[in-house]
């Protein structure tokens, strides 16, 4: 063989996936999904319905024409989106099951981008990243091993596959952590290392390891620039061509201690799930093949071997494998962009990466975490003209949607944003919202006449700093509907 066949062979392996591993993941992916849109079902009219916090109109009006439509942006009524939430339970539950997997796949893929066009309020990178894991899915054999499909057909003729759609997925997850490693650039990571404990010190997102670590000073100064290093360095050791199947194990390793740590620290909801479950693709074959020693279901096929392409013509494969290198290029093109502005794609193929909904950025506490912690103050005044303070108010069943609401991780990452100036025409629509959930249960003099939302910004104190005052801004003053 020569040289470069050598290096072919070796580039191919690489970026090559075991079936055993694309199985697990297709199996974790649907068992998220499934998790996600029963949890998003809590608050389905409050966020997806018109008589919710962020009615169509609002989302039509500033939404970019894309390709794709939202299937979710098409009818208003809760009735409707429970039956598109019914639809993508059942595409799930077969990705799961691993029947008629490559249309589930893309159902699921389908569905969940319609959801987060119809509010990216609640959506957060952790939901972003899942879309775009599931979009490079749609390409892959996933129901090959482990699946209904796979006891009609018997046992696959190849032990791996490796295409510029495997490339993809492994390079679509290790892009995060290193995109979002080179993007910590402010001080708090590169000199003070004072980044973990403004990122913990919020009083929404803190979990009992944050407090622990808070309390513990030196901790979060030695990690900080421990995380920013790995999430720089890792990627790439899941690349190392030399003892690769070592490497990787070490590098997953080291990433779900990292996920773990920032699950226990922060209330990230699924991003480390979906995180951790986007570096399964990257188990290797050796592990699986020590494993199926002992169990009989985990072994590979006997005619496992190197990874072959499926059969089909020619020109069908190369356009097919031409067109996934190309959107492929642009998502490296687009994370480039995330570190030099001045390297973003020109404006007609930004548009397409958005249209496929496989535009993307990792900024994660990047370049440096907020030095403030932000949540809002609710009051009202009754028609009666007694004013009442919202945030302690109790009662009936509409009130206790929002109180559900308040306690939500997804509804207060929609409030954080819209404390941002770039949200401040929903405000008006929540106000209103506030005001239906109140007037459900009462009448008379009883009943809101008015609502105004305020934001309060509180320094984030550290290493025994003063604390300083916090600042009540005020956001909207809205009137209640008659």
Not at 240 to 261: D, E, H, K, Q, S
């Amino acid at each position: 063989m020569s040289p470069a066949s050598r290096v072919r062979e070796r580039v191919r392996a690489l970026f090559a996936i075991d079936l055993r591993s694309l199985a697990l993941f297709r199996i974790t992916v649907g068992v998220i999904l499934l998790y996600d849109l029963a949890d998003r079902a809590r608050l389905l009219g409050a966020n997806y319905g018109d008589a919710g916090v962020v009615p169509r109109e609002l989302v039509l009006a500033n939404a970019r024409r894309g390709l794709l439509p939202s299937l979710h942006l098409m009818a208003g009524s809760e009735a409707a989106q429970l039956a598109l939430f019914v639809a993508a339970g059942v595409a799930a539950l077969l990705l799961v099951l691993g029947c008629w997997t490559r249309l589930a796949t893309l159902v699921s893929w389908f569905l969940l981008a319609s959801l987060h066009a119809r509010n990216d309020l609640v959506t957060d990178g952790g939901d972003h990243l899942l879309r775009h894991l599931l979009f490079w899915s749609v390409f892959l054999p996933l129901g090959a091993r482990w699946s209904l499909a796979a006891r009609r057909r018997g046992p696959p003729q190849r032990a791996s596959v490796s295409s510029p759609a495997s490339a993809a997925l492994l390079l679509q997850i290790a892009s995060v952590f290193l995109v979002t490693g080179l993007a910590k650039t402010g001080p708090e990571w590169t000199s003070d290392h004072s980044a973990i404990e403004y990122a913990i010190a919020r009083r929404w997102w803190i979990q009992p390891f944050g407090e622990w670590l808070l309390a513990h000073p030196p901790l979060p100064t030695l990690l900080t620039p421990a995380v920013r290093w790995w999430e720089i360095l890792g990627p790439f050791v899941l690349f190392v061509p030399v003892a690769n199947a070592f490497f990787r194990l070490l590098a997953i390793a080291g990433f779900w201690a990292l996920l773990a740590g920032l699950a226990l620290g922060l209330s990230l909801h699924l991003f480390p799930f979906i995180a951790g479950g986007g570096l399964l693709p990257f188990v290797p074959r050796e592990l699986w093949d020590r494993l199926g020693r002992r169990v009989a279901f985990l072994r590979a096929p006997p005619e496992a071997g190197a990874p072959t392409p499926a059969r089909a013509p020619a020109l069908a494969l190369a356009g097919h494998a031409a067109m996934l290198a190309l959107l492929l290029l642009l998502v490296v093109w687009m994370n480039a962009r995330t570190l030099r502005p001045s390297l973003a794609p020109p404006e007609p193929l930004a548009r397409i990466a958005d249209a496929v909904h496989i535009g993307q950025g990792w900024l994660m506490y990047a370049p440096s975490p907020k030095r403030v912690d932000v949540w809002f103050e609710h009051r009202g005044r009754l028609a009666n003209g007694a004013a009442v303070n919202l945030d302690r108010a109790s009662g009936g069943a509409g009130w206790a949607e929002v109180e559900r609401a308040w306690r939500d991780y997804r509804f207060l990452f929609q409030l954080q944003k819209l404390a941002a100036p770039k949200w401040h025409d929903v405000l008006p629509a929540y106000a209103r919202w506030l005001c239906r959930r109140w007037n459900q249960d009462r009448q008379g003099g009883a009943r809101l006449d008015s609502v105004m939302v305020s934001s309060v910004v509180q320094p984030i104190a550290i290493r025994g700093e003063p604390a300083e005052p916090a600042e009540t801004r005020p956001l909207a003053t809205t009137l209640c509907p008659r």
